[in-house]
Nanobody, 121 residues
Framework: QVQLVESGGGLVQPGGSLRLSCAASGSIFTINDMAWYRQPPGKQRELVARITSGGSTNYANSVKGRFTISRDNTKNTVFLQMNSLKPEDTAVYYC???????????????WGQGTQVTVSS
């Protein structure tokens, strides 16, 4: 079994900052990509940022220059530093990891339970 547990969400004023964390645990052989997605109210889930095992990153245009994704491979943890937050960043944020549970398994995607981020004055 693999678990992804997110933390760090909450209520913040426009212009403020939050840092999300997601720790993967369980039967993990290796983790490839890790990513953050978000689902605003009434909208579809969208990719926010992705980071490869080697540290290459890509971002949604809407968050470039404001959000930074990073990871600690020794702790199977991914972070999302969110600065200059806007009301339109309000969403449930989900952690995603593509990983193998053994040397013989295929690569599968796993999701966290989500953490609410609300940007409002």
């Amino acid at each position: 079994q693999v678990q992804l547990v997110e933390s760090g969400g909450g209520l913040v004023q426009p212009g403020g900052s939050l840092r999300l964390s997601c720790a993967a645990s369980g039967s993990i052989f290796t983790i490839n990509d890790m990513a953050w997605y978000r689902q605003p109210p009434g909208k579809q889930r969208e990719l926010v940022a992705r980071i490869t095992s080697g540290g290459s990153t890509n971002y949604a245009n809407s968050v470039k220059g404001r959000f930074t994704i990073s990871r600690d491979n020794t702790k199977n943890t991914v972070f999302l530093q969110m600065n200059s937050l806007k009301p339109e960043d309000t969403a449930v944020y989900y952690c995603n990891a593509r990983l193998m549970t053994s040397a013989w398994s295929s690569i599968n995607a796993y999701w966290g339970q989500g953490t609410q981020v609300t940007v409002s004055s």
